[in-house]
């Protein structure tokens, strides 16, 4: 697949922030339609990488091409690329709804979209309560609410499943596959390795640099060996050793 016809396609991406290196010679791409995993453990540089593909973070080196262009360079960008992460959600003191509408309004949608996304994430009866008080799983439903406002291309949502009870995880599993059945791509980073296992077709797993690139059956040999245990042979395991790969 050539770097134009991949949704995302990251290119020897770098980022250091003085003596730290969050992200090294990394480069990988996603192809339509999949729903992928980017892995790696607490540091590992998902979140910086995420950021970088945005536009919210510059690149030391390398690039990074959503649909073929920078995220900067590309036409109705906030329609085609809708995101979940921290720092880009709600103001807390608003309503959920209101939150959206807002939202809805930036982007020049009718307002009754918002009373749609709020159903299709579960959130119609706490719609009109106070973002500050919703709980994390709540709030991570409002996220994904705002990302799927515009109908997106390409999901980027950065941790989903965080705070999300045994219901919630079924449901963003559901909801993930469903969006991806419509023909829509999603990236998503994550370290839960069993909730991921069940959700992505490809993964991406990083530690500073790219570890590995490819189907989640090829890894796991069609299902043969837990991911935590590819995982772990990829980046690591300090329990056996006392130096991380
Ligand atoms: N703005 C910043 N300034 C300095 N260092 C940063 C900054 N952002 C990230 N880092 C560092 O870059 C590295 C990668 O961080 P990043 O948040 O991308 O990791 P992550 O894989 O998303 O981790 P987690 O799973 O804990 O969210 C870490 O060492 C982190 O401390």
Redo the contacts with the bound molecule.
């Keep these: 697949m050539s770097a134009t016809d991949a949704v995302v396609a990251v290119e020897n991406l770098a ?1 250091r ?2 003596e ?1 290196t ?2 090294e010679d990394l480069t990988f791409r996603v192809r339509p339609g999949r729903i992928v995993g980017l892995l ?10 995420l ?1 970088m593909l945005l536009g919210l ?1 510059r690149p030391s080196s390398g690039t990074a091409a959503v649909f073929g262009r920078p995220y900067a360079e590309l036409p109705r960008a906030s329609h085609r690329v809708g995101v979940s992460m921290e720092g880009v959600g709600p103001t807390p003191g608003t309503s959920g709804r209101r939150d959206l509408k807002i939202w809805a309004k930036t982007l020049g949608l009718p307002a009754a979209r918002v009373d749609e996304v709020l159903h299709e994430v579960g959130l119609d009866d706490a719609a009109d309560r106070k973002v500050k008080g919703y709980s994390l799983g709540m709030r991570q439903r409002l996220n994904l609410a705002t990302a799927l406002l515009a109908d997106p291309e390409l999901l980027v949502l ?2 989903p499943a965080n705070g999300l009870d045994p219901d919630g995880i079924r449901w963003l599993r559901t909801t993930l596959r469903r969006l991806a059945g419509e023909g829509r791509t999603i990236l998503l ?1 994550s ?1 839960l390795m069993a909730e991921v296992e069940q959700t992505v077709d490809d993964i991406v797993v ?1 530690q500073q640099t790219l570890r590995y690139c490819g189907s989640l059956d090829e890894l796991t040999g069609g299902g043969t060996r837990r991911l935590e245990d590819c995982f772990f042979e990829l980046v690591g395991d300090p329990s056996r050793s006392q130096t991380h790969a």
């Design positions: 980022k922030y003085g730290v969050a992200v790696g453990r607490n540091g590992a540089g998902k979140t910086t990488t950021r973070t950065d941790e980073s370290h990083i």
